[in-house]
């Protein structure tokens, strides 16, 4: 049932989707310019309170359809939250020019330091380029305890580049993001998110800078995005369901990550996860799902299908025993269980010996796992690569190399 309630998912067409091309002939439409509200074009004037109010005339309108114009220039905000509901069924952003984030972390004093830009509790919103959303996020990454522990007022949290928090049926695309403080999109809250058509960019040494992380949401797409950061180009959270990822590029970055889960000994629930044509380069995971050994629940329907891997450090990576001192985990008697998971055509190299790893807990095994087509060699020439598996069961097709290791 659950494989049949997803396919009928990613056969919707988004109604946010078919409406921008057959809008009924009697639709009321308005369109409102940032510049009519104050904004200005450059580096050192502050046009946040401008957009603000822009948006307040676009998600306050009388029309069915309202439409809000940010033109060909650069724009320096201030950290704003754009908040609904919204009078309009649909309304749509179209960013022409570039958005800058403050340079200085002193900018956020008084406001929140873990987000920039934030939609809440709108429906019906498309965000659509092919701007720029740059958050300048050096001045956070040299403050960064991560990488800076020793630092007096080193900070662990940094501005978001982009929330969606809250909203139904939303379309973001062709948009370039560049150098969030942190993760360049939070999607948290949400259901019918569709995500195409996105570049992100950030060093690979950036620290927490996530590309796409998803949290407590439902029916999201995500296709056709090219991702380089300092942490996972997508990582899926808890409470998530119906989650559909397509024709994407990583690389640099952590991979492609379900996790980490459970940290908190919550109750885990995610569930109906397909990620298919994913070019992988020099990443430190391919496909991973990490939990702690706390945790409790379910991970279960997941499908990892055609990577291509190039020097990829874990290609395959399971690790159930999460702890806060890595390789010292006591073993617990509870854990997340984790079923019903396929690895099916996995083409590519590893940077280490041990190509996949299924590292499962003693007390809640992972069960169900099927790995079908895959081979795997070394980056490295002359060297082998392996397999190593704990607690792991499940059945393998066509795994040419390295040997699969499940428990029978």
């Not at 939990?291 to 991970?299: A, I, K, L, M, S």
Request: some cysteine.
């Amino acid at each position: 049932m659950g494989s049949y309630l997803f396919l009928v998912f990613l056969g919707i067409v988004y109604v946010i989707t078919a409406s921008s091309e057959h809008e009924h002939a009697n639709t009321t439409r308005a369109t409102f310019n940032v510049l009519d509200y104050g904004a200005v074009s450059g580096r050192h004037t502050d046009s946040g309170m401008a957009f603000w109010e822009a948006w307040n005339a676009t998600c306050s309108s009388e029309a069915e359809n309202s439409t809000l114009i940010i033109p060909r220039m650069r724009f320096l905000l201030s950290p704003i939250t754009f908040d609904g509901p919204c009078k309009p069924q649909r309304i749509k952003i179209l960013i022409l020019g570039r958005l800058l984030a403050p340079e200085s972390p002193e900018a956020w004093r008084d406001f929140d330091p873990g987000q920039w830009l934030a939609f809440r509790g709108v429906n019906g919103l498309e965000i659509a380029g092919p701007g720029t959303i740059n958050g300048r996020g050096s001045g956070w990454w040299n403050q960064s305890c991560r990488y800076h522990p020793k630092l007096e007022g080193c900070t662990t949290l940094a501005p978001t580049a982009l929330k969606v928090l809250s909203c139904k049926n939303i379309w973001l695309r062709d948009i370039h993001f560049i150098n969030s403080s942190q993760s360049h999109i939070l999607i948290e809250g949400c259901d019918g998110i569709k995500i195409e058509n996105l570049m992100i960019e950030a060093p690979g040494n950036s620290p927490n800078t996530d590309g796409i992380h998803i949290h407590a949401s439902h029916n999201v797409i995500i296709n056709n995005t090219i991702i380089a950061s300092g942490d996972d180009c997508i990582s899926i959270g808890d409470h998530i369901s119906n989650i559909a990822i397509s024709y994407i590029k990583c690389g640099p970055g952590h991979g492609i990550s379900i996790g980490s889960l459970g940290k908190s000994g919550n109750v885990v629930q995610v569930e109906n996860v397909h990620v298919s044509k994913v070019t992988l380069q020099g990443t430190t995971n391919g496909a991973r799902i990490k939990t702690w050994q706390v945790g409790q629940g379910n991970v279960r329907g997941v499908r990892f299908e055609d990577f291509f891997l190039d020097s990829v450090k874990n290609p395959i990576i399971i690790d159930q025993n999460y702890c806060k001192v890595r390789g010292a985990c006591e073993e617990l008697p509870t854990g997340v269980h984790i079923s019903d998971v396929s690895f099916k055509n996995f083409y590519g190299t590893s940077s280490t010996n041990i190509a996949i790893n299924l590292n499962c807990s003693l007390s809640v095994p992972c069960t169900e796992i099927l790995m079908k087509s895959i081979y795997l060699r070394s980056a490295i020439a002359g060297q082998n690569v392996t397999s190593s598996c704990r607690n792991a069961y499940g059945i393998a097709f066509g795994v040419v190399h390295p040997s699969p290791c499940f428990q029978i």
